[in-house]
């Protein structure tokens, strides 16, 4: 079970690492600037849910992305398909009622807070 669960946390921490670093860089500079950080992040239990609905989507989309970019060798295309793999991944996030600075924070608060960790996989395990 341990090593189960090492498995799923370490999948987990990738997907969301990758998650903010393929974040669109144009839509976050339109968001508001970042608040303070603080020491720890609330997030309701509805929020976590629309992230994990949100993760499943923006994974979807980066794995789909990967797969047509590797069909093509001209880079102009592989820009072109990059840009709307990042058009998609706003509008996944902001159709589950999040910001992508609301995402990226709390992708930041479940990488930090094992509590939340715990709530996040009971929410992708439904």
């Known amino acids: 079970m341990k090593f189960t669960n090492r498995l799923a946390r370490l ?9 903010m670093v393929t974040a669109p860089i144009g839509a976050v500079a339109q968001q508001a600037p970042n ?8 997030v309701s ?5 629309s992230f994990a ?5 923006v994974q979807e ?3 789909a992305a990967d797969r047509a970019q590797k069909t093509t060798a001209d880079g102009n295309d592989k820009a072109a398909l990059q840009k709307q793999a990042q058009e998609e991944m706003v509008s996944a996030i902001e159709d589950e009622g ?22 996040l996989q009971q929410h992708l395990n439904k």
């Open 11 to 19: 999948r987990l921490a990738t997907l969301v690492s990758a998650l």
């Open 35 to 42: 608040a303070p950080a603080q020491a720890q992040t609330n």
């Open 45 to 49: 239990d509805s929020e976590l849910e």
């Open 53 to 57: 609905n949100a993760v499943v989507a």
């Open 61 to 63: 989309i980066q794995i």
């Open 98 to 119: 999040l910001t992508v600075q609301r995402y990226q924070t709390i992708a930041q608060a479940v990488q930090s807070d094992p509590a939340l960790w715990e709530k």
